[in-house]
């Protein structure tokens, strides 16, 4: 008989791999979990080598299976109710290349899953969402969006998309608002927010606080996480560029700095952690790199080339 969610057992974890595997489960548990039936949509599965000596010891095996996207896939499994030790201790055994992240079942129940920790290695239909450095602006050759979806399709041309909807100028209030009708044709695995420095601007002509896109951004994240959720995307947050204070000044009537820049860095990485939402660091590609910069804040070409080798280490 299923064990259902009690206080003591509060999380229901999707698995389809050894965590099934009653001895795996009396070693990190103590106890044999009751399981039941649950199948995820959208995903396929593909063998992943182990190294680790104390994984493989309790598993008996040194290959176990991953999570992978595929549109019209299906991966039949079991869900789990743990504790939050047991849960723990699921986190502790699961190796570096897996990250514990959210997804809804196909009875539409939303659970923990263990997916590929590099979450655009994974993907098979990517939309990017953001402002005008995720557009392209100032690079001819369409900026690190372009290259990613070369590269991306070029590896599987049959069932690999990437869709870039970003609008230059874009803040997450914009983003978060326009996301929700653009998904659904598309059909989206995964949704990429560059959550630009837009959000860091002070109007110069403005007065008070209440234009200060800082202290709304957890709302805005927390709308595109359940839009997210819907389609069942794996969210994927692209922090802020570094950026060169000594030559932003008055941009458009906006004004940009280091300072503010990151406060929201900060509070995107705060809310990601806080959220099991995969955040990664555009920072430090660019850091201290000014010639990288056409005017301060837009990488030139050179620099979104920088972006995206860094990127296609997460590909």
């Known amino acids: 008989m299923a064990l259902t969610v009690t206080e003591s ?3 229901t974890l999707f698995s389809f791999g050894t965590l099934l595997d009653q001895h795996v489960q009396n070693a990190l548990f103590g106890r044999t979990v009751p399981t039941t039936a649950a199948s995820l949509a959208g995903y396929t599965t593909r063998p992943l080598t182990i190294t680790d000596e104390s994984v493989i010891a309790t598993s008996g095996r040194d290959v176990h299976l991953t999570l992978e996207r595929k549109l019209g896939g299906t991966v039949e499994g079991a869900i789990l109710r743990l504790s939050d030790q047991e849960l723990a201790a699921a986190d502790e055994y699961e190796v570096a290349d897996y990250a514990r992240r959210r997804v809804l079942l196909s009875s539409g129940e939303t659970a923990w899953a263990y997916l590929d920790a590099r979450p655009l290695r994974s993907a ?3 939309v990017i969402v953001g402002d005008s450095i995720a557009y392209g602006r100032c690079d001819p ?3 690190w969006a372009t290259q990613l979806a070369v590269a991306h399709i070029g590896a599987n041309e049959t069932e690999h998309r990437v869709f870039n909807l970003a609008i230059p100028g ?4 914009d983003v978060s608002e326009q996301t929700p009708a653009l998904l659904p044709p598309r059909h989206p695995d995964t949704l990429v927010v560059a959550a630009g420095i837009n959000d860091s601007a002070v109007p110069l002509a403005a007065s ?5 896109g800082l202290a709304r951004t957890a709302g805005h994240l927390d709308s595109l996480a359940a839009t997210a959720r ?5 969210m994927v947050v692209l922090g802020p560029l570094w950026l060169d204070e000594t030559r932003t000044g008055d941009f458009e009537g906006l004004r940009f700095t280091t ?5 929201l860095r900060a509070a995107l990485q705060t809310w990601c952690a806080d959220n099991h939402i995969d955040y990664l660091d555009m920072w430090e590609p660019l850091r201290d790199q000014p010639h990288l910069l056409v005017d301060g804040l837009h990488p030139n070409s050179e620099g979104h080339k920088e972006l995206y080798r860094y990127l296609s280490t997460l590909c």
């Open 9 to 11: 057992h509060p999380h």
């Open 208 to 212: 008070d606080t209440h234009q200060d």
């Open 124 to 126: 098979a239909r990517i």
């Open 170 to 173: 874009s803040t997450l209030a």
């Open 259 to 263: 300072a503010r820049a990151l406060a």
């Open 141 to 143: 050759q369409g900026g």
């Open 230 to 234: 819907r389609h069942n995307a794996r």
